[in-house]
């Protein structure tokens, strides 16, 4: 069993604080939400905890099995077993989606050990056909002229070939439409084992149709202002924000004065405390 623990966080991008004291722990086994308006800095999550160059962590730590995730390089994360699904992949002219999963999956062996060509190839049309893609998009360069759902298709393609401890997915379910959504769904949650484990941010619960989710959390200013099951999910579908605004006394979601993210970190972090949550 790994362990992924997110420890009060404070992340600044161009000089500007977007994370104000994040705190998550993940074990593999488990799938937890992270939902929350449009800017608060969800995906600013996803890529620090990847090492994207331009998030700044200003304090706090990030740890996997008790190792220092913020020294490691990019690619050392990816070893060590972290995957980010990007909410905008990009796209890489003259890369073949094969050779982009063949050269990951190398990359990850022990020195002086080679991917055998044929059992790759069995795996990569295995995993391409249980995703119900198009035949011919491992040959294509990676994610070029690929529509939006294929995009999100090809970042679970990769999921499933180079076996995470932790997957991030960031909005994984975004421009899906119901059929895809299913496949991808499907898939993510056929993953969930004592090997692996989940940080799913979405808008939306109907993925959790399929996707068997153990927490919540709700990102509200760059903290986590409140965890829980299911229920809080479903509370924010049909009801949004509003009411947890009210709760937290909150008008607006930028930084009124009303508003410290150390207050809100200290409220989340003792509301879960005394549930007994994680
Ligand atoms: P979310 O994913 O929750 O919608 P983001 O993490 O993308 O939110 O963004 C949070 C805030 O940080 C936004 O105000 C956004 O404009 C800002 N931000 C995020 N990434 C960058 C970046 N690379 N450059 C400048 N500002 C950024
Ligand atoms: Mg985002």
Known sequence: MSKLQIIDLHVS?????????????????????????????????????????????????????????????????????????????????????????KTAMHARLPEGETLPLLKFIRSLDKACEELKMREDLPHRYVNEGFSGGEKKRNEILQMKLLKPKFAILDEIDSGL?????????????????????????????????????????????????KSGGLELMEKVDKEGYDWLKEELGLDELDDGPNISGNILGTCALKESMDKGDK
């Open 13 to 101: 991008v161009e000089g500007k604080e977007i994370l104000k004291g994040v705190n998550l722990e993940l074990n593999t086994g488990e799938f937890h939400v992270v939902m929350g308006p449009n800017g608060t800095g969800k995906s600013t999550l996803a890529a620090t905890i990847m090492g994207h160059y331009k998030y700044q962590v200003t304090s706090g730590q990030i740890l996997l099995d008790g190792e220092d995730v913020l020294a490691m390089s990019v690619d050392e994360r990816s070893r060590k077993g972290l995957f980010l699904a990007m909410q905008y992949p990009s796209e890489i002219t003259g890369v073949t989606n094969s050779d982009f999963i």
């Open 177 to 225: 439409d119901v059929d895809a959504l299913r496949i991808v769904g499907e898939n993510v949650n056929a993953m969930k084992s004592s090997e692996f484990g989940s940080l799913i941010i979405t808008h939306y619960e109907r993925l959790l149709d399929y996707i068997k989710a153990d927490y919540v959390h709700i990102l509200m200013n760059g903290v986590v202002v």
